[in-house]
């Protein structure tokens, strides 16, 4: 059974920084390309980041620079580092393996 699990989702001001956490299980988690995304209120969910089970890296233009994601398939679990973070980050980020969604962790940036 595919199971994702995000954490690391919190209140932090303009311009600090969040790590999020995918913890994933269920199936072959170091073949996979494994994907962030966000939703804000009121907008569809967006695409935010990527990386393949080679470690090829792909990242919005709104977050390029600013958000780095990561993999560590030792512990099957992928993150991403949210630097310099600006209000219109503020949303429910979710992880994604194939068809599978995690449940989402929610992220407010606010002063």
């Known amino acids: 059974q595919v199971q994702l699990v995000e954490s690391g989702g919190g209140l932090v001001q303009p311009g600090g920084s969040l790590r999020l956490s995918c913890a994933a299980s269920g199936f072959s988690f170091r073949s996979y390309t494994i994907y962030w995304y966000r939703q804000s209120p009121g907008k569809e969910r967006e695409w935010v980041a990527q990386i393949s089970g080679g470690g090829s890296t792909y990242y919005a233009d709104s977050v390029r620079g600013r958000f780095t994601i990561s993999r560590d398939n030792a512990k099957n679990t992928v993150y991403l580092q949210m630097n310099s973070l600006k209000r219109e980050d503020t949303a429910v980020y979710y992880c994604?393996?194939?068809?599978?969604w995690g449940q989402g962790t929610q992220d407010t940036v606010s002063s």
């Open positions: 994604k393996a194939s068809e599978n």
